[in-house]
């Protein structure tokens, strides 16, 4: 609670990360007593602590203060170098690290599901872990395991229509409006508000956007990024979009909005933006 410590301008929520991955977040070391931040890094060059920084923070008003002392001397000193970013103030190098070891930051760590969403690929994680807390908290949520063609964590928007023949999971949602028609598969994805999937269709790994189309036959296949299932303190690695060579790395693949996927097409490892009709198959491309 906040009225614990009374001298608190920010407390951070923190959680912890495996030492190879830490050092791609914000990292913390702490007082194990009092939890104050001693010593705090922006994705450090070497390993300074397992613990790291969610995102998430309570801010005391003191802390319009402290900021408003920062804008004054990034201001002053970028009249000396018009160079340099003058109106700008960095949450974590200007304000987290200076005050870090005052005794004024704080953290508390969550020992709860956490998921870093920089990429769509994070998405398709981040549905499996809110799937999972709805098995513990609200189980009524999701589809009954013991259905003949559903597998695991599965939620079905009340207005979707499911053919029986279909199957699906684990971890899937089903959204609002959507039609999943006779013998289509869909495994670790989402498919949002009016898409239809026509007969016998495969969606795997993947995004389906809204009011989109795929048709008899096609199939629609990412590439999972799942973090290390064997580390609990492994987390999933954002990595960049594009390879050395200019190349999509694999990832999850996206349908945007208002797109069709022609029967029996192949769309591996692609993005799409919205309105398109495929009518090709596709591999690790960028669909304009």
């Not at 830490?22 to 390993?47: L, M, Q, R, W």
Request: charged share 25%.
């Amino acid at each position: 609670r906040s009225s614990d410590l009374p001298d608190a301008v920010i407390t951070m929520l923190g959680t912890e990360a495996n030492s190879k991955q830490a050092i791609n977040y914000g990292c913390i070391v702490e007082d194990s007593e009092t939890h104050e931040v001693s010593h705090y890094v922006e994705k450090p060059e070497t390993f300074v602590s397992n613990v790291i920084n969610t995102g998430i923070y309570l801010l005391s008003f003191k802390v319009f203060d402290f900021m408003k002392n920062v804008f004054e001397e990034n201001y002053a000193s970028g009249l000396e170098d018009p160079g340099s970013q003058k109106d700008t103030i960095r949450l974590e190098q200007d304000v987290l690290a200076p005050l870090s070891g005052t005794g004024q930051v704080f953290v508390y760590k969550t020992n709860r599901f956490w998921c870093q969403i920089k990429t769509a690929s994070s998405t398709i994680y981040a549905n499996r872990l809110y799937l999972a807390k709805s098995q513990r908290d609200s189980p009524d949520l999701l589809e009954s395991p013991s259905e003949k063609n559903i597998i695991g964590d599965v939620r079905i928007h009340e207005t979707a229509e499911v053919d029986p023949t279909a199957k699906l999971g684990p971890n899937v949602y089903i959204g609002p409006g959507v039609r999943v028609n006779a013998g289509a598969r869909v495994r670790e994805s989402i498919i949002l508000d009016g898409a239809i999937l026509d007969e016998h269709c495969c969606v795997l790994h993947s995004i389906i956007g809204w009011n989109s189309r795929v048709g008899q036959w096609a199939r629609v296949e990412g590439f999972p990024c799942d973090p290390n299932p064997n580390d609990p303190l492994a987390r999933l690695a954002s990595d960049s979009m594009f390879n050395e060579d200019g190349r999509l790395n694999p990832a999850i693949t996206i349908l945007a909005k208002d797109v069709t996927v022609s029967r029996e097409i192949i769309v591996l490892n692609s993005i799409v933006l919205p309105h398109k009709d495929l009518s090709f198959s596709y591999k690790n491309q960028i669909i304009l």
